[in-house]
């Protein structure tokens, strides 16, 4: 019985996310110029759920945050808050072709972000958010700080402020709650003997704290917190876990968090959504999450054998293999098969190549001609749009000299963007002319640097 019970537990939360959203980015886009910071991302956080949005540094992760909360209108893409139960399903499609920003039902409303305001999105959708700087008025005190972010409710019990002015109780009773919801925040984050300290005067962690304090007095359904646990000692992070936990469990709000500090983010997120590039490259439980080889190679990085761990990889790796002479010991068994049904194949019967044959050999093969590393490679980092990740693969290709670069043909360019594009970096630049460039200069280096050297011979 226990463990039936047991089993029932844990269910709703590994699938939250999917069957009851409380927001649910879909498609999203931003593009900046040539610079595509999120590209076409989808993921659902569940009500009730701890989730967070991880990745490198330069993942587009704020750049989500700010989509979401209304810094940013979204090039292209769907952002659904949603207050009650349900999926509202319907309900969204309505407003979506409506062209309304929000709609009321029977047991909720739904909120579409991108076409809101963000002091509405703040006000009526109820999403809050925190920043990776802190941005406490520092010159207040804390409980200011928290007043601060209620007058809202403060202007219209003050009539904008002709009420405050006279003094009408109907002001007064709102004033006197806006306190009291203060104090209970001061309390929860363990600030209420700094109530009258200025912000600015306050820890580090203790302005982290108050900072969530701030957002959570606004009374929101959702709560984004922009790397809560930067610069914040062991001590903290565990007291901003049991913040968290609490903010989730008693006050019916859900949380989704940006965090670079695994020990936070595997202790206790529901859901983990990972991005690389713009891209969403993982999403699932932590267990899931932590054993994910792509996830692995985007936050730690891989050795050229560990790479073949990785399905992509395995394939360029195979596809640039050169075969193994014929004195060599027989193919194994699965060598065999592979042959075998490689035969039986329409390709096989036509006499045409593998797909996988080794680059510039085969006829009408596209990719462009590989060579052996020379012993002074060329610094293709030096091409606009490549790095060091990128350059690696490309070397991994056998492209180490600008000259094959500025050789390739139209066929052979349209190769390398099929399969060498890292989506949410600068659209590339043309390569070739930057290639061609790059090899004359190096070709009057070396000239130079030939007859610098015959000289000196000749005076020797």
């Excluded at 469990?249 to 690389?276: K, P, Q, Y």
């Excluded at 963007?417 to 949410?424: I, R, S, T």
Aim: hydrophobic share 35%; glycine share 8%.
């Amino acid at each position: 019985m226990a463990a039936s019970m047991e089993v029932v537990a844990e269910a709703p939360s590994v699938k939250n996310w999917e069957n009851e959203p409380v927001l649910s980015v879909e498609h999203l886009t931003m593009r900046f110029g040539g610079l595509v910071a999120i590209n076409d991302l989808s993921f659902d956080v569940g009500r009730g759920d701890i989730t967070a949005l991880i990745g490198p540094n330069g993942a587009g992760k704020t750049t989500v945050f700010n989509c979401v909360t209304g810094f940013y209108k979204p090039t292209e893409g769907r952002i659904v808050m949603r207050h009650g139960t349900s999926r509202k399903d319907a309900l969204v499609g309505e407003v979506t072709q409506s062209g309304d920003q929000w709609r009321r039902g029977e047991d909720g409303a739904v909120y579409l972000l991108e076409r809101m305001a963000d002091s509405d999105i703040s006000n009526l959708a109820k999403v809050a958010r925190t920043f990776q700087n802190i941005r406490l008025f520092g010159g207040m005190t804390a409980l200011e700080n928290l007043l601060v972010a209620q007058h809202n409710p403060l202007m219209a019990a003050s009539t904008f402020t002709v009420g405050g002015i006279v003094g009408l109780p109907s002001y007064r009773r709102a004033e006197q709650e806006a306190i009291e919801k203060a104090k209970y925040w001061l309390d929860r984050v363990n600030l209420t003997e700094r109530a009258d300290d200025p912000a600015a005067d306050l820890p580090y962690g203790a302005q982290r704290r108050l900072e969530i304090a701030r957002a959570m007095c606004t009374g929101p359904h959702l709560l984004c917190l922009d790397e809560p646990a930067a610069g914040l000692n062991p001590r903290e992070s565990a007291e901003l876990n049991a913040l968290l936990q609490r903010i989730r469990g008693e006050e019916d709000t859900s949380v989704l968090l940006i965090e670079h500090d695994m020990g936070v983010v595997m202790e206790i997120s529901d859901h983990i959504v990972v991005l690389d590039y713009g891209e969403k490259i993982s999403d699932g439980d932590a267990d899931y999450v932590r054993n994910d080889p792509a996830v692995i190679a985007a936050y730690l990085g891989v050795d050229d054998e560990e790479e073949v761990d990785i399905p992509e990889v395995r394939e360029d790796v195979a596809a640039i293999k050169p075969s193994e002479p014929a004195s060599k010991k027989s193919p194994k068994p699965a060598a065999k098969k592979a042959k075998a049904s490689a035969a039986k194949s329409p390709a096989g019967k036509t006499g045409a190549k593998s797909a996988k044959a080794k680059p510039g050999t085969a006829k009408g093969d596209s990719r462009p001609p590989r060579m052996r590393k020379p012993s002074k490679p060329d610094d293709l980092k030096r091409i606009s749009g490549v790095g060091p990740k990128l350059e690696g693969v490309l070397n991994g290709l056998g492209i180490y000299k600008y000259e094959q670069i500025a050789k390739w043909k139209k066929a052979e360019r349209n190769w390398v963007d099929e399969h060498l594009n890292f989506k949410g970096r600068i659209e590339r630049d043309d390569w070739i002319s930057q290639a061609k460039a790059l090899a004359k200069e190096a070709a009057k280096t070396e000239k130079a640097s030939t007859r610098k050297s015959t000289r000196k011979g000749g005076r020797a």
